[in-house]
């Protein structure tokens, strides 16, 4: 099947990835990850590589939503596999 994700249809949300929202407690900032693929079907704890240069060990479950078109973010994965 080709890939639809880039195809533009008003009545279709567009796929901008997923948000997972952090807290840095280094920095008393909330850190957006955003993510491509769907993470909910393995919501193991990640670790994250925070811009404090710390790693930040995240629970996905809770936090997972879907990324507006223009919302910033910090740090940028394909999968929640590149941080286990
Ligand atoms: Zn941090």
């Known amino acids: 099947m080709p890939q639809a994700r880039r195809a533009r249809k008003p009545t279709e949300r567009e796929d901008y990835g997923w948000v997972i929202s952090f807290g840095c407690k280094s920095t008393g900032t ?8 769907d993470p909910a079907s393995d919501t193991r704890p990640i670790e994250v590589p925070c811009l404090c240069g710390e790693i930040h060990r995240v629970i996905v479950s809770p936090y997972r939503r879907r990324r ?3 919302e910033p973010f910090d740090l940028e994965v394909e999968s929640l596999d590149e941080l286990r």
């Open 30 to 37: 909330l850190r957006r990850l955003k993510v491509d693929a």
């Open 68 to 70: 507006s078109a223009d």
